[in-house]
């Protein structure tokens, strides 16, 4: 269908300009909405996305609530300064409870299981263990928790764990914010995919040549940035991720990680288990933004199934999907002023449930 002229009526309803639109509908943009009008909630907001609901990472992600493992934080040092992780660390916590306090924990699935990093390498899990004491004096001056990581092991696996992680529903953690935004007022046009913008004028262009003009504009775009801006420095990261039939006696319960977070792996209630990860399998080919299934990364986790997790003989996968995450090159995400009034949140690099609705917010309080 080509696109026809507006009639009269149409421009009395649409010819608005907003005070604020967001492009991206997922975790971090729908957030960076809801905090702007309750801020001002006289104010016209629109928030636009091109798929039917947000298709990137939020609502295609695990549901792991981290603040980080062990083998993270310390990886994590090889690249970034102390301060910058332990900012990091500070982010996702509060992250982690504005969304809680905001959503609420029965909305959203909330479960505080805690996180477990587990090892079959011995040699690698001991080289982290005098790690230990140090996270957790800085757990102590950066959340004001003591003992938050603990030597210990599950099922006979060397492990550490992390008191203070959870897990939750990604479904209806998107849903729930999704229906706040509406009864705050707040507008939305889905299958709405922008192809251009003007930063400097904030004038938005639909690739079917709808227009959208506002005083203000955030970019929450994350994996997809790099089209809209080609300046800015994102990749795109592909995410697998398989849902398992149901199983008779699930030993595995809580969020876990392992292999430096590249594998991961939870309960979804008392009889299912999702794994996912492996992108560092087949690294170059996972760098896409593009969603599918890359059949040497699923055979790798059905034999990590196997053999680490020991899943009962005869256990089927029910469902597999992909989403896209965003990485920047140092990992630590971007919230940055692209012109006077248009603002970029985004590069969450792989771990953005606990932190997205702090970046929106951060995101909302730089209009
Ligand atoms: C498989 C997988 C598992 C993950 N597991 C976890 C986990 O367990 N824990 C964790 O902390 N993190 C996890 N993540 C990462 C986490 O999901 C993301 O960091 C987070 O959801 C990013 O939110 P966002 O709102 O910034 O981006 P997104 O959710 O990707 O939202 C961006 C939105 O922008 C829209 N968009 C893009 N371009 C345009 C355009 N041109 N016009 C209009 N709309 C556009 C997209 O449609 C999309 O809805 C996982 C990610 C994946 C893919």
């Given at each position: 269908m080509n696109t026809p002229n507006r009639s009269y009526w149409e421009n009395e309803l649409y010819n608005l300009t907003y005070d604020l639109i967001i492009i991206g509908a997922g975790l971090t943009g729908l957030s960076s909405a809801y905090f702007y009008k309750q801020k001002y909630p006289e104010a016209k907001v629109l928030v636009i996305d091109r798929g039917f609901f947000p298709i990137g990472a939020s609502t295609r992600n695990a549901g792991f609530a981290c603040i980080g493992s062990v083998g993270e934080l310390i990886s994590d040092l090889e690249l970034e300064s102390a301060e910058i992780v332990k900012q990091r660390i500070k982010d996702r916590y509060e992250g982690l409870l504005l969304l809680r306090n905001t959503l609420g924990d029965s909305n959203i699935d909330y479960e505080p299981e805690g996180g477990w990093e587990v090892f079959d390498d011995e040699s690698e899990f001991l080289k982290l263990k005098d790690s230990v004491p140090m996270l957790n004096d800085w757990m102590e001056d950066l959340i004001?928790?003591?003992?938050v990581f603990k030597v210990g092991t599950y099922l006979g696996k060397h492990s550490y764990f992390n008191r203070v992680e959870g897990m939750l529903h990604p479904g209806k953690m998107i849903r729930t914010l999704h229906e706040k935004c509406l009864k705050s007022g707040i507008e939305f046009r889905w299958n709405t995919k922008i192809e251009?913008?003007?930063?400097?004028?904030n004038l938005v262009i639909s690739e079917h040549g709808h227009k959208f003009q506002s005083k203000n504009l955030i970019i929450?775009?994350?994996?997809?940035t790099n089209k809209l801006?080609?300046?800015?420095n994102i990749k795109p990261g592909r995410g697998y991720v398989f849902i398992t039939k149901e199983?008779?006696?699930?030993?595995w319960f809580g969020t876990f990680h392992y292999n430096k977070g590249y594998v991961y792996f939870r309960n979804v209630g008392d009889t299912r288990i999702l794994i996912g990860g492996g992108?560092?399998?087949?690294y170059d080919a996972e760098t896409t933004s593009e969603f599918g299934v890359n059949e040497t990364i699923k055979e790798y986790l059905i034999n990590f199934s196997n053999d680490?997790?020991?899943?009962?003989?005869g256990w089927e996968i029910e469902q597999e999907w992909s989403g896209i995450m965003g990485f920047t090159e140092s990992k630590s995400y971007l919230i940055e002023?692209?012109?006077?009034?248009c603002i970029l949140a985004a590069?969450?690099?792989?771990?953005?449930?606990?932190l997205g609705m702090n970046l929106g917010k951060k995101a909302s309080d730089l209009v």
């Open positions: 004001g928790e003591t003992e251009e913008l003007d930063s400097i004028s929450a775009t994350n994996a997809f801006l080609p300046q800015i199983m008779p006696a699930l030993e992108r560092n399998i087949n680490f997790l020991k899943l009962p003989q002023q692209i012109d006077e009034n590069g969450l690099s792989g771990m953005g449930v606990a």
